[in-house]
């Protein structure tokens, strides 16, 4: 890290950062221009001592060199991670595409929309069986008795299934039932439940939170890998800015960025990331060419009558066409230089 | 709820949106402009119900008009809530002051800075026992050791004393401690938390996330209220901005605007609100003039050795000259026309 | 519009605010509920009669209904805008790609690049002569010098070029040196310049301000047309969020999502949009997965010795690799179905 | 600066970069760490040396040191500047209200608010002769017509007068009419504008951009001081934000902040900032307790008629009580400790 002093900062006050640093074991180099004292520290980052130093009268700031992720970096693991989920492999050069209803509503719906995605090419199966619902009068899903219907969804098509947890005390619950458990974009920081998801050896999906930074999103990545679960997949799914058109703002440039700094695959939700079905079929083109390792998408066979999220559901043929057009963009792409 | 057609929408499809109101209950009133048809209907507010009509063929968009809060809304109760945190009146006209360290490190500490923030006026006791951090490699807090020394510091000082609850399964532990529970920032939309916390009678202070609108704040609160419990205090803390030179950007125009939406009380903290202790004195200031039922601040007896957030933490005798500020300003809004 | 009243409004505010609307030439259904009246209003949209509503006592709020913007939208023209720069035709179906230096440095340095990016399949150049920048100590451009300069290399490669105006007064120089006007985005609400520009004939490339909804950038190119200049080309290049590690947010949803409200061509730069170049290549590609008419990318021969935008600046032979890249992802989403 | 290499970088890649540096006339200190070598840099802030480093091969990132700003800054000057407008102080220790109606509409109506807001306390007149609107369709000001009035209601009070000037054409026609120039949100950024007020001596009000950060905003008054014109008066007036409640999110930290960092003075501006005349006292009051040296508040004697801005205009006699209110706040916060 690097410690900026002010510029009317004494010599005993500059000697006082110094020491504090030695006293951590970090050796330092001092630069004293005419503007200003800053000093080098060599040595692990750590938030509190650079909290602490930020508080030290003199200083100005604090800059942090290191990056705060580490066991989820390209520089810890240069190889891409490829996480298996059932036959199917995410960030293994296929690409795969998770689709389904937002939630599950009835066994004959969603054994239906299961054929039908299946048919048109999806490999992985989505379906809510808990709802984060913004409004407390929302339906807030079928519960255990949506996750039965989950894997009989999964027998009848072979396909692997995926269902978001909310409630630490449901994981292991969940993990009988499903293939890969998805942690929300409002639980990215739920510790708690990281750790949680962290002792288990499914594949977890780990939702951008709508304000989340990129270094945040990695940092609960990073909860989950050093809890002991290495399969971790990161999904973009928008951000929350001033636009209203889009439900969120799909930052697209989080896939190439976050291929450089780690190793573990990366989806694109264009369903909640613009919470219009019109947008989905050109942002989820937009989202492969700009090199993610897979999609996940709400389809429902009759969205006017969905539960939840049917302004953002594509019809089943809406979804196939939406297939075929994604198929060309990623050869396009695969052969790319 | 109002019901935009396309300016291209058929005779036939505003029929099918006036049946499909219809056989939910709504009565329907039909406006035929020359650039638009719009339809208004009359009921209860209902979020499926909204999706379900913007997914129609025909439909531009649905505007809703009832305000999607109920039980913590002004006009469901028109006189203020006060919550009462053992002799503490919260909302009852008097200027509460919350205060302590971030975290609970060390009982020694934790009682000398509670008699000190007692001293200086502060009329609740803060300190966290379970820390949420952006980074798994930081100091987590006490757990239940801090409980208790948050117990023994409410002995000692006779003060209330508040802690964060991030965990629903740790609820009915931490309500046997303390006497207010927090519900943090990136907590706000944790639905099973909220549910849980609903199911007790302990005041709650929900803090607002940091990318929430105030209308998804107060259906958080709604959450709780329809759970069963009505002693709901909020508290503003910062949204997340483009602005990178304080940590968050206080939204202080949300006191006034939630005082006249709800009848809750609200709490203001200036600490997380700025991210720089320079900044939570004018800003403490700042948000009693904005009409606030109270602070939350953040103050350690040594904040350059704070295992967390150092650089928003008040010296204690920082502390007491913010005590005199606010208590002046104060003053001269209680008198206000 | 729809005005929605307050609960407790009374008839007597009903009535006031509906002879408001009868007196200028609005016809008005009332529609009353349990919860709240609303009042429908059919006829032009008026922001000053909006506010004016607003304003009236037992007034909740003011729902507009129409889109502020007329002449660019799609319903006042159906069929797409194609404008003409020279031989090329940008929104015609073709992919056009717009490319040169951030700023003119010299005449040597720019004949070069102007060279290596029509041999790399550019159709339009592009290069600052007056440079906007955060600073007043940083590089300010050529100025007249620097439109020289552009209007020779045209002259050498005959490919048209472009440069950005920024002063009123200049207008009507930089015409009579380019063959189109770029309206940079931190000048997109300049109303003035909008005007100068909507008085001549030579097309315009509107960015959308970093801080501008969809509405507020159409707003702006209604100014342009509604001035007279109906050459309007728009351009995304990435909105202000919390995110750091890009330069800005490109928000490639608003390309579908303009061309469904608007007539007009769309750009999108993804140089500005990421400020990184090693972002570029990946969210061109997705750029043009999206829907976009044409590209806007920064190239300079050297980087690192760029007065300006080195760092999302592609050298010549990274610019080739993105051309083949889009060029494929092109046909791909060409033969779309 | 300091230079931060890539953990893979080459100690050649190392050399060039320092090398870079010695041209300069830097002088460099290299730190090595196990993970990173980190080059600090001793010299002025050049943001195109910083670019260019940024782009040599090995070089993860360039982290500034000193700030961008110069003779706005603190350390540049470090008693407060005071503004002189009239017999009116900016900055000078008096709370200074500058009110009147957004925009210029009628001779008679803006003198007769002249006198009201004269008589309630205001020290400086506003009002709009050039309205920077977004829609093309809206009432644009009354221009020159509007500058005559300004001058008379001027005589008529003997109060100074503010007006808004956009194109840089006008400015020494609107400084023959008027005390203070105001250089509005949207302009920011126009840097021709900010260079042609730069080049008179009457005062600035500068305001902040919707999505300004605190460092262009003092980067925008450094354009000014630096092209001779050292009365510079910043104006914070909300930034724009996810939040639609409110117009804007007025960023009251921005004040103590400014007052830290530069020695101009600042003001807030309530209306804009928050777009609702129901919160403009309250925010009024929280801005004065913050700091500021002075309030702009948008007055209009019948609210419900005016051309633009009504739902944020406060009526004469809110405006009074307005006063009152915040007069009893400055009081409490000058005698501050």
Redesign the interface.
């Known amino acids: 890290m ?1 410690i ?1 002093m002010e ?1 009317s900062a004494t010599p005993e006050q500059v000697r006082r950062v110094e020491e504090k640093l030695k006293d951590r074991g970090f050796s330092t ?8 004292t ?1 000093i ?1 520290a ?2 692990d980052r750590d ?2 001592l650079m ?6 009268s003199g200083v100005e700031r604090v ?1 942090p ?2 990056k ?1 992720f580490k066991l989820c970096s390209r ?1 810890f693991k240069g190889e891409d991670t490829v996480v298996r989920v059932g036959d199917v492999e995410i960030g293994g050069g296929e690409l795969q595409v998770i689709a389904g209803p937002c939630a599950v509503e009835s066994r004959e719906g969603f054994l239906e929309v299961a054929e039908m995605v299946k048919a048109a090419g999806a490999t992985v199966l989505r379906g809510g069986a808990f709802k ?9 899903g079928l519960e255990e008795e949506g996750l039965k219907i989950l894997r009989e969804a999964r027998q009848l098509t072979g396909l692997p299934v995926i269902t978001e947890v ?4 449901l994981v292991s619950t969940v993990c009988e039932y499903v293939d890969v458990l998805q942690i929300g974009a ?2 990215m ?4 439940l990281l ?1 949680e998801v962290g002792k288990i050896k499914s594949p977890v999906v780990l939702k951008r ?3 989340a ?4 999103w990695l ?1 609960a990545a ?2 989950i890998i ?2 002991g679960n290495t399969n971790v997949i990161l999904c973009e799914r928008g ?8 439900r969120n ?9 976050v291929k ?1 700094l780690t190793h573990l695959p990366v989806l694109v939700d264009p369903s909640h ?2 919470g ?4 989905v079929g ?2 989820a ?7 993610c390792d897979g999609l996940m998408v709400e389809v429902h066979q009759n ?9 953002q ?1 594509l019809t089943p043929s809406n979804f196939e ?1 939406m297939m ?2 994604v198929r ?2 990623f ?3 695969s ?3």
Chains 1, 2, 3, 4 share one sequence.
Not at 29 to 36: D, F, K, Y
Not at 189 to 192: D, H, L, R, S, V
Not at 249 to 257: I, Q, R
Request: aromatic letters at 8%; charged letters at 20%.
């Open positions: 690097v900026v510029k180099h001092l630069s004293q221009g005419v503007e200003r800053i080098g060599i040595g938030a509190a909290e602490s130093l930020a508080t030290l800059v060199i290191l705060p520089e984060p619902r913004t409004s407390p009068y929302s339906f807030q909310m409630d630490p005390r409002r639980n920081q739920n510790f708690f750790r939170g709508p304000s930074t990129i270094e945040e940092m990073e909860y050093s809890s951000i929350r800015t001033f636009e209203t058109y889009t703002t799909l930052d697209l440039a989080a896939v190439p960025l450089q990331g613009t219009k079905w019109k947008l050109p942002m083109c937009a989202a492969v060419a700009a090199g969205p006017s009558e969905a539960l939840s999220d049917g302004p559901s066409r075929e057009n060309r963009v050869e396009a792409v052969c790319a230089s």
